[in-house]
Structures are given as C-alpha cells and as structure tokens.
C-alpha cells in the first residue's frame, strides 16, 4: 500500500504550484543514486540521516574500495547484504533504488568467492544457446532479489566492433557486434529481471564499444569510431517496451554534439533519446565522478548540465572520489532557484521516478502462456479479427476494467490461469477455446498482480482485445454488486498512469460495461455480428471515482 500513499502524495506535490524548500530538496534527493562506505548501517549512519532528509532516490552498492581491493565496501555475504538492503529500506519513508553493477564475469559485485552464484561474462553468455543464457539469468535475478538489491546496472548494450576497446571489450562486456544478437542476449536478462522485480538499467548510451579511452579515467572522443549502428539494440529494445532505464555514457561525439559529452547534451539525451528513439523511462547518469566529466566540470556545471540535457537521475558512487548528499543536493537547489534549471525539469523526473518505482511494486504472478494459448490467441485472431499473425502482440489503445465477480484473490486467478476455457463457460465456448485473461489482477487491498505481458493480447473484452490492456478487480459478488474498494480504485488510478506512461498511444478508458458503445470505432473489430454479452462491470460508480482521478490524462470514454 505504501506505493501507493506515494504516488498520489507526489501527485499533489507535483500540482502544487511551487514546492517549498524542504519539497524541493527532497525532490532533487529522490534523483540521486549515490555511494556510501559501510557494509551495516544503523540510525545514526550517515546514510540514513540523507536517506531521511532528502528522501533520497537510491543507493550503489561495491564489494571492494576502489583504491584499496582488499577492503570491504558494502558486500561481504549473502546474508549480511540481504540485512544491510533490509536496513537501508527499512530506514527509507520511501521506496529506496538499491542498485549494483551486477553483469557477471569481471563485472561483478557479487561474486562466487563471497558466497554469490558464479555469472558468466556477456561475451561467455552470447556463445551459448538461448535457453542456457535463459537459466543463467533466472538465477542471477533470484539472487538479486534474495539479495533485496531491485536495480541492476544492467545488461550493456554497446558492440564489439572495436578490438582495441579495453573497457568494454577487453573485460568481455559486450554480446558482440551484432545489434540483432546483442538485443536478444540483453532482452533474456531484462526479463529474467522483470520477473524477479529487478529493474533493468541498459547502458552506455549512445555505444561505449567503439571508444579506445575509458570514461573512467579522462576524456573519450569517439567520433572517428562510433556508427549509427550502435543505436540499433537500443531501438530494439525500446521498440520493445523492455527499457526501464537507460544510461548514458561520459563519451563525446561531435557527429551528435560538438561540444558536449554524452552525459551533458541535450541533442543527445532528449534530441536523439527521448525525440527520435521515442524513449519514455528514466536516463541515468554514468557516474558523475569519473574523469571524463569531473575533471573538465565544475560539480555545478556538470549537474546542471545533466539535468538540462534530460537526465533523470545522477550517480555519485564515491568511489573514484566524493561529494556529500548535501553538497550535491544544495548545488542542484540553488542552481533551480536560480532559474539556471527549471523545475519543471525536476517535477519531470520525479514523476518518471515514482512510475519506475510503481511498476518494480507490481507483483509477478504469471498465467500458464505457452505454445497452446499462443495458438489459441492466433487462431481467435484469425477467426474473430480476420487477421492472420505470426505473433500475438498488441500496440494498446484503450484500458478495459472489471471486476472478477468471484470474491477471492486465489479463487480469480485460478480461473484465469488454465490455457483453455474452463467447462462452466458455454456462454461463450462456442467463440473459441481460448482461456479468458487479463494483463493485471487488483485485490481488494490494492495489490497489483501482473498476469501476462501486457503487450500481448489477451482474451477480456469482445471486439477490441487486439488493441486493449485489461485490468481485472477482485469483486463484484455476484456478478451483480458495486463492492470494489477504495483501495482498488486507487491502484486503478495508479495503474492507468503507468500504463499512460508507458504506452503514449493510449487514448481511451472503458469499463466492461461500455464495450458495445465502441461498435462503431475504428478499433472495433469483431466480425461476429452475434458474438456479444450483457455486462455489469466494474460499476459505473467505481468507473467515475477512477476517471476523476485521471483527469489530468483526458481520456476518452467509450461513446467519445
């Protein structure tokens, strides 16, 4: 319930017309991810007194100092990092980012020597078969999540196509120089992480594999090396909904920018990234203290550059050198009172930080989706549609709520959770075979179950399935009384935003009970004149208290 209180407190925080000082500094706090020195944390640890104060956005996490291998940062064993990230969030008044560089083979902050599962490296992956890569990354993310750690500094996402390359190449970060494979290697850890709610953070935007520098250390020009050809995993990717979060990298390009690094550039960050890649989620910072950037920028020239650009949030690892949350935080909040960065800008990324950490609260509770309903999708598609596809995937414009008419959480998803239709169904048996679903399953305490992907379609709506996401509520006794809870219509409400976000083609939102009036949209597309059913859900009064909460969003009705 807590992500919830949270979204609909920045809601009012974001609306209000100018923040005051405290909720502005906590605003810049929630965009910081930053580093601190101890592997235990308690009250009075200065971590936690800025995790308070500043409501800060999130941690890193190392296993060793920088400058000193043999000195223990924050990881020593399983189980003292799974009490220090329960510490940390429990010391947080809100969701706290707790991030690693976790990519396996060199890269990795969790190793076998200290008890961890022992990962391969990107390049050891990609020479294995899909399925081996599949295992592989299961494996990671459940230890990233027994671990509490929620984002990984992962997959990377830049090429091969530089032999020379020693920071990316030459310690075997790379799937390789083929963006087609690249992207499919990267995707395999991006969902093993969704489903074991680690966020995904793919890096280093726009390619890191062509430089002959590392950004660690100074000043990396590639525009005699880089291609186009390093945006394509990217643009698969995104294509894809499979981005969080991206990262950028402190490498300069005049090609794209002829005076700034990647980090700092608006043409490259919202020009290119968020314009012509139609990128929606956060961008990250590659750390702020690296030389490329500290040692050719003041800390208020490079902060107010990053978040000018687009940036969302800024890593300070304090490894390769240190800045205090205070320090960082104070710069930020002059240089916005002195109008050298509008809020509008910090209003933005808190608004894309509260989605991320709304969609790392969804609950993974997957229905049976394999060969036969994928079968079975494509075959109601050919017969109802008269589309004959080769995948089932759907581009979402409309959101359809209901209610599950059955009163228990278990008992609802039990029903959808068959690949075919269960026997008590001959109401609509005749139409096909083909399980109902829905892409999301609320219960009456507000929690959110994510069922199946949810552009992927599932059979919930007549006519309108191929472009529609439905979310499904814990209710309606009877199939007859408006009984939905406060708590539903606020995860609804929550919910839609996200999906908004996520999906910008999202035009309408409908209750169960109005499909009919979308007889005559474009979007409907049922052929069968007498294929329809009487609905009552989810309650026209459930319906009203959801839409007025997203009336920002203007979404159209059914009948508009």
């Not at 679903?437 to 179950?449: E, W």
């Amino acid at each position: 319930m807590r992500i919830f209180l949270l979204f609909l407190s920045l809601y009012i925080t974001l609306h209000a017309t100018v923040p005051t000082d405290t909720q502005l500094k906590k605003m810049i706090g929630r965009m910081l991810i930053v580093g601190f020195d101890e592997s235990y944390v308690e009250p009075t640890s200065q971590i936690v007194s800025d995790i308070q104060k500043y409501d800060l956005g999130g941690v890193i996490l190392f296993d060793r100092f920088y400058r000193d291998k043999q000195r223990v940062k924050n990881i020593l064993s399983p189980y003292q990092l799974k009490k220090l990230t329960r510490h940390l969030q429990y010391f947080a008044h809100k969701p706290l980012f707790i991030a690693v560089d976790q990519e396996g083979g060199k890269v990795s902050r969790l190793k076998p020597q200290y008890g961890f599962v022992k990962i391969p490296s990107a390049a050891a992956v990609s020479c294995m078969p899909l399925q081996r890569a599949q295992q592989i990354y299961k494996a990671q993310a459940q230890m990233l999540q027994n671990s509490g750690i929620n984002v990984n500094f992962a997959p990377v996402l830049d090429l091969s196509t530089n032999p020379d390359n020693k920071v990316i190449v030459g310690l075997e970060r790379s799937y390789g120089s083929n963006p087609k494979e690249v992207a499919k290697y990267a995707q395999t850890m991006i969902d093993a992480q969704t489903r074991h709610n680690v966020l995904s953070v793919l890096k280093h935007f726009p390619g890191h594999g062509s430089s002959l520098g590392d950004s660690h250390k100074g000043f990396v020009d590639i525009t005699n090396t880089w291609s186009k050809k390093e945006l394509e995993p990217y643009k698969i990717l995104i294509k894809a909904h499979k981005t969080d979060a991206i990262m950028t990298a402190h490498v300069f390009n005049a090609h794209l920018d002829d005076k700034y690094p990647a980090t700092l550039s608006y043409k490259i960050n919202t020009e290119l990234l968020r314009n012509r890649l139609h990128f929606q989620g956060i961008i990250i910072s590659d750390d702020m203290q690296m030389k490329a950037i500290s040692a050719n920028y003041s800390l208020k020239s490079a902060v107010t550059l990053a978040i000018n650009s687009g940036v969302d949030i800024l890593l300070f690892g304090n490894q390769l050198a240190y800045n205090s949350t205070q320090e960082i935080v104070e710069t930020i909040f002059k240089q916005v009172k002195n109008k050298k960065i509008p809020l509008s800008k910090i209003i933005e990324s808190n608004a894309r930080i509260t989605n991320l950490h709304f969609k790392n609260s969804l609950v993974q509770k997957p229905v049976i989706f394999e060969k036969e309903r994928k079968a079975l999708t494509r075959a109601y598609i050919q017969k109802h549609y008269g589309l004959t596809v080769k995948n089932i995937k759907i581009k979402p414009k409309i959101i359809v709520l209901h209610w599950t008419a059955v009163m228990d959480l278990n008992k609802s998803f039990a029903r959808l959770y068959p690949q075919k239709l269960l026997s008590d169904r001959a109401d609509i048996a005749n139409a096909s075979a083909l399980n109902v679903s829905a892409h999301y399953l609320v219960d009456r305490d507000g929690t959110i179950y994510q069922l199946m992907p949810d552009d992927v379609m599932a059979r919930h709506v007549i006519g309108l399935n191929y472009t529609s996401i439905g979310i499904e509520n814990v209710g309606g006794e009877a199939n007859k009384k408006e009984d939905l809870t406060p708590a539903q219509v606020r995860a609804n409400i929550a919910l839609v935003k996200y999906l908004k976000q996520k999906y910008p083609e999202i035009t309408y939102l409908i209750g169960h009970y109005e499909y009919t009036k979308m007889q005559k949209n474009p979007l409907w597309l049922e052929r069968d004149a007498h294929y329809r059913t009487q609905k009552a859900d989810p309650g026209a009064e459930f319906m009203h208290k959801v839409r007025q909460g997203l009336r920002t969003l203007h979404l159209r009705g059914a009948d508009e």
